[in-house]
């Protein structure tokens, strides 16, 4: 049975230990981490202070950026006001929040293609500015691309044989 949600690949700053099935691979401080539920993906993960930032590729291709902390209390279904800055891009957007988490779909190509060359991500919200280092991004970021391409091909081979899952 499905569980509804997408195949996705990520690369984030902590990693979950709830998962089925977890194959690891490094990129510079990276952990690209393919995670598997029902096979179904689920995120990649490395830890910075008390944020996690974790940014996710759907299997529609769609880029994602995830930012949780246990010591947040957020409003459920509320929308934040963000400023993002990647090396010389800037990006004014919203981002979608759950109890501990906010997340936004990156869309802007400019911000997008900042990420990959940048050294720091800078979050600024109303209450905080949030530093993520972005070290090796670049390699990071070109992973889980991989990442998804390998995976999301499994799925679509032989149901009777389990498929080779790679980070």
Known sequence: ??????????IATR?????EEIKRD???PWEIEATFK???FDHCARTIDEVVARFVR????LLSLVLESPNWKLERGKNYPVHMKAGAANWNTEVAAESTSVSVPISDKRFKDGLRAANTLVVEGAGATIRIPLDQS???LERLDECLV???????????V???RQP
């Not at 759907?58 to 291709?61: M, V």
Request: glycine content about 8%; some cysteine; charged content about 15%.
């Open 1 to 10: 049975m499905s569980s509804g949600r997408s195949p996705a690949c990520s």
């Open 26 to 28: 490094n990129v510079g």
């Open 38 to 40: 029902n096979d179904k």
């Open 162 to 164: 389990a498929p080779k």
């Open 150 to 160: 390998k995976n999301s091909q499994a799925a679509d081979t032989n149901p009777f």
């Open 15 to 19: 990693a979950s230990a709830t998962a």
């Open 58 to 61: 759907t299997s529609d291709g």
């Open 138 to 140: 670049l390699a990071a």
